[in-house]
């Protein structure tokens, strides 16, 4: 079992910046990759970047490659989202999760069918 404790919302005006912070407690070693992810409201969850915790890679959705940088920190088993030059497109929930399922080919690492446990979600709200 893992926990994911998210932090890090909150309301931001467009161009400004946010980041998020993700910190992992449990069987920290059975994760593989740990995740981001948001939802809108009558949207589906969208898989926003992940990243390898063995070797750091990183995957980032097209709307956001560029804007958002995914970290870690594995001593302190958290993973961070620095949000730079936010669009009210950005509004959502966000979601950290992590996967212990195995090794993902790209085209997986940003699905969420991959991973096994969710936070609980921190709102980001951007304002024009």
Known sequence: ????????GGSVQA????????AASG??????????????????REGVAAI??????????????GRFTISRDNAKNTVYLEMDSLDPEDTA?????????GRLSASRALGAGW??????GT??????
């Open 15 to 22: 161009g400004g910046s946010l980041r998020l912070s993700c």
């Open 93 to 101: 929930m966000y979601y950290c999760a992590v996967s212990t399922l």
């Open 52 to 65: 390898d915790i063995g070797d750091g890679k990183t995957y980032y959705d097209g709307s956001v490659k």
């Open 123 to 128: 709102q980001v709200t951007v304002s024009s």
């Open 115 to 120: 991973y096994n446990y969710w936070g609980q």
């Open 27 to 44: 069987d920290t070693n059975s994760i593989e990759y740990m995740g981001w992810f948001r939802q809108a409201p009558g949207k589906e």
């Open 1 to 8: 079992q893992v926990q994911l404790v998210e932090s890090g």
